[in-house]
């Protein structure tokens, strides 16, 4: 939460201990000339680390285990490599645990439960595109619930225990998990494949700390270590107050040392500090992310990407963070690990 601003700046050059982490790792190349297009196939897995995702919503906590999204997508050589699209590929191999505690058992609206959740069939996943192709299960309490993208017309079809199937719009299934009146095996699904959402989220959060870290390498390893350098947020005058800062904080013994490089440690702490994400989705921070055992993506082709990210109890928030921000389903309280792996392989050549 935010504190008041004769507080924040003590608060900047505090260490702060985290409790998760999210990887990244990534590999892209260029280019040749301007008469020669590369095409490339990347490989993208997102996957948990020992820490689990916690995520803690007001009404219910949300923890996240097993995790593996993956999938495929086609760019040119040398794209940046992001889960900023359109759409992106989540393939059959995907899939991920939930178990979700309700902060009032008694509330008779709360949900709770364990969730076992598999992709069957490739989804084409957007954050702001509805999937027209592709089927995922869940099993909740030994009843075994389907979700299948209906492309004419645009609707999720779900199936509950083998019973006949029921068409739903996209939109009404996104909000069925928040529906006290709906049933409780489509309320799971719902908030399962919401989960799909908030995981893509926090990985192109990571990948905004990357951009950071390569946007003012140069002016980090001039300050040196643990120094804190000012970033400057996307706030306008109604969002308030943003702060963040950047530090490097490990220097790796080796080729590299004096230089942000291979096997460093950075810390990205933010305040209020609004982010665009991707071009669909924007969001406050408020928290502290330790990145270690840092890999840039620097060098002649193929390049490689990685990071492991140390949440520590982050908010993030569609709305400003003030002092009186408690969790809630739009600015939820995140801890726990992601890894996030691309590899880029070189397809076609063409003149």
Do not use: H
Not at 230 to 254: K, M, S
Not at 263 to 288: I, K, M, P
């Amino acid at each position: 939460m935010s504190a008041r601003a004769s507080r924040r700046r003590l608060w900047w050059l505090l260490p702060v201990a985290a409790t998760g982490a999210i990887s990244i790792v990534a590999s892209s190349t260029f280019e040749d000339d301007n008469d020669v297009t590369t095409r490339a196939t990347v490989d993208w897995v997102l996957s948990s680390l020992a820490a689990p995702l916690v995520r803690d919503r007001g009404d219910r906590t949300v923890t996240i285990t097993n995790l593996r999204l993956a999938g495929a997508y086609e760019a040119d050589a040398g794209d940046d490599l992001t889960l900023d699209r359109d759409r992106t590929p989540i393939d059959a191999t995907s899939g991920f645990d939930l178990e979700l505690v309700a902060d009032d058992p008694d509330d008779d609206a709360a949900l709770s439960g364990s969730v076992q959740m598999d992709v069957l069939a490739q989804i084409n996943f957007g954050l702001d595109e509805d999937p027209t192709t592709g089927q995922f299960s869940i099993i909740a309490d030994g009843t075994t619930t389907l979700v299948t993208a209906e492309t004419d017309p645009n609707e999720v079809l779900i199936e509950v225990g083998g019973g006949s199937g029921r068409r739903m719009s996209w939109g009404d299934f996104r909000e069925a998990a928040d529906d006290g009146d709906e049933d409780d095996d489509v309320r799971l699904a719902s908030e399962a494949f919401n989960t799909i959402t908030d995981v893509v989220e926090l990985a192109l959060l990571g990948e905004v700390v990357i951009d950071g870290i390569e946007a003012n390498r140069d002016e980090l390893e001039g300050m040196g270590l643990d120094e804190p350098l000012a970033l400057t947020c996307d706030n306008v005058v109604t969002d308030g107050i943003g702060e963040a800062v950047l530090l490097w904080r490990v220097d790796a013994a080796g080729s590299g040392e004096g230089e942000i490089g291979d096997g460093d440690s950075l810390e990205a702490r933010y305040e209020n500090c609004l982010r665009n994400l991707s071009v669909l989705v924007s969001r406050f921070s408020e928290g502290t992310i330790v990145i270690d055992d840092y890999q840039p993506a620097r060098g002649d082709a193929p390049r490689t990407l990685g990071a492991q990210f140390d949440f520590g109890t982050l908010t993030i928030s569609e709305s400003q963070i003030t002092i009186t921000t408690v969790p809630d389903p739009t600015s939820p309280r995140v801890d726990g690990g992601l890894e996030l792996l691309y590899q880029e392989t070189i397809e076609t050549t063409t003149p």
